[in-house]
């Protein structure tokens, strides 16, 4: 076959990318249901996993060091493949998409996916000779309190679960290309072999080794290589499966490599708190990380389902919408995420807040999981749901930055938010510690804290920009929701069992009762919307049906 009849002509090309340049509401809402969707079955699964988890490791010493070897990996996956580097790739390609031919894109693709994976490859490489420096810098505490077991365990984990960077990294990049290009259902499936894996790790693997977390650090390194195989047949459907290339003088990584490194700050600044949470948890008592990782854990979930698939379908079009000025589009798509955010994130926080020990009972507090450990990690998740609503605005209020190619902004934003979390962080964490053995919570709330003030220097920054303002009738919808979800927390004060009854219960008891009180104060959040006037075309972008 010819190379012509292998590749889309100029003109077809030319049809592709102007259609794409213009989405309508019902393209982003569908687009992001199918994005929830699929994120919402790698949740519920990734929740199977930390009740598996917590049931052969619970919080252990072996438990807080498989965490923070995963972590390690996981975070710097965020800034590789999910945060800074796709917001710094997505606004390219498709600017190349716009204004480019077929060959010029797949050429940045080659160009780009050489210089990421000879990069991370090096990086593994040092990472896993350096294991034990890196358990030093980034659980110290293990090392300093001279606390062996959970120091050689953390080192030996490290080495296993490291090289799942540069697998789940690679994954990120053709996830990134794949929703350039629409096909948001597949990267957001991706994540689900990874929970597969890890369940299946616990449950067979798990008892073949002396230290069952074991298990769980090679399930890791498994998931990234099927992750990444999964999706290379969706690549070659595109015509752009990667043919790597080193050339960092290629105009188009240049451009990449001067995005990425600002943007590591504007879109990774919560993962650098969690990050640094998890640092200072190391010198707290043993299950002060894993208290933190299970609270954490269900913040993500409201977060990951929703926020991060609305920011996931939006920068595309942002950045389409900004190559081809139109500034009234780019405002209008904002405002109709900022909505949508609001519309979950409000309830999702006060429900976390209420329901905290109820929802860790239910999932976790089977095995090797105590009563005291969900005690100590509900009031880590209380303290995490006060910032959820913060958090889930980042997510969308970033690619406002990112899809114009300003990434300065964002950095100087993230670098105070930084500072005030490790300011807060000491303000919080040792008296809490001193006096009631509590510093975990104080960690939390550092973390919430920080993120109003990114969260608001991020739309305060886009505002003087005159990039955004909230639309008509924002202020009217936002009224409702506060006053909803205050109904709600009424609700869920009134009917939610108490506390001691939880613990008498049996799994599906609790299960029934929480699937109970969560429906009725869901049913009462929508019910009291629709009594004040609340309607589907209050969460639309009105102005991008004039767009054409």
Request: proline content about 5%.
């Amino acid at each position: 076959m010819s190379n012509s009849s292998q590749k889309p002509s100029s003109d077809e090309s030319l049809v592709d990318q102007s259609t794409a340049a213009a989405p309508k509401p019902s393209g982003l809402l569908r687009s992001s249901a199918v994005v929830s969707l699929m994120t919402m079955l790698s949740r519920v699964l990734g929740l199977a996993r930390d009740v598996v988890i917590a049931n052969f490791v619970g919080a252990t010493p072996a438990a807080d060091a498989f965490f923070v070897a995963f972590k390690i990996p996981n975070f710097m996956r965020r800034l590789f493949a999910e945060g800074a580097f796709s917001q710094a790739f997505v606004p390219v390609l498709s600017e190349y998409r716009q204004q480019r031919s077929f060959e010029a894109v797949q050429g940045l693709i080659n160009r780009v996916s050489g210089v990421l994976g000879g990069t991370l490859l090096l990086v593994t490489g040092l990472a896993v000779l350096g294991a034990p420096l890196l358990t030093i810098l980034f659980a110290p505490g293990f090392y300093l309190a001279d606390d062996p077991v959970r120091f050689e365990l953390t080192r030996e984990m490290i080495r296993v679960t490291f090289p799942y960077l540069l697998l789940i990294s690679l994954t990120g990049f053709c996830g990134a290309v794949l929703n350039s290009y629409g096909r948001f259902a597949v990267p957001a499936f991706t994540p689900v072999l990874l929970n597969i894996c890890l369940i299946t790790a616990a449950v067979v693997i798990a008892p073949l080794f002396d230290v069952p977390a074991f298990a769980l650090a090679w399930g890791v390194m498994a998931a990234g290589i099927i992750q990444l195989t999964f999706q290379m047949p969706f690549m070659a459907g595109l015509r752009l499966m990667p043919r790597p290339v080193w050339d960092l003088k290629d105009d188009g990584v240049r451009r990449v490599l001067a995005l990425m490194g600002p943007a590591i700050f504007g879109v990774s600044v919560s993962q650098i708190n969690l990050l640094l949470d998890t640092v200072l948890a190391s010198f707290l008592p043993a299950g002060s990380v894993s208290w933190l990782y299970y609270s954490d854990r269900l913040v993500e979930l409201p977060l990951g389902v929703f926020a991060i698939a609305i920011s996931t379908v939006i920068l595309p079009s942002l950045s389409r919408q900004q190559a081809a000025k139109s500034p009234e589009s780019f405002r209008a798509t904002l405002d109709w995420a900022m909505r949508m955010v609001l519309f979950i994130a409000i309830p999702a926080a006060i429900a976390l807040m209420i329901l905290a020990k109820p929802i860790l009972m239910t999932l976790f507090q089977y095995g090797a999981l105590t009563e005291r450990d969900v005690t100590m990690a509900s009031m880590s998740l209380q303290a995490y749901s006060l910032g959820l609503v913060a958090f889930m605005m980042i997510k969308v209020l970033a690619p406002g930055y990112f899809a114009r190619q300003d990434t300065k902004t964002p950095v100087a934003i993230g670098i105070k938010a930084m500072a005030a979390n490790m300011v807060l962080n000491i303000l919080f964490v040792v008296p809490l510690h001193y006096y009631f053995q509590l510093g975990h919570i104080g960690l939390a709330l550092a973390t919430s804290a920080s993120a109003f003030l990114n969260a608001g220097l991020l739309y305060l920054g886009l505002r003087r920009q005159k990039v955004y303002e909230p639309m008509a009738g924002f202020i009217a919808t936002l009224l409702r929701l506060l006053i909803a979800a205050t109904v709600m927390a009424g609700v869920l004060f009134l009917i939610s069992p108490d506390g001691g009854l939880w613990a008498q219960w049996s799994w599906w008891q609790r299960s029934l009762n929480l699937a109970w009180v969560c429906a009725a104060g869901a049913g009462c959040y929508f019910a009291a919307l629709l009594l004040l006037g609340a309607r589907p075309s209050h969460f639309k972008a009105a102005s991008i049906s004039n767009q054409h």
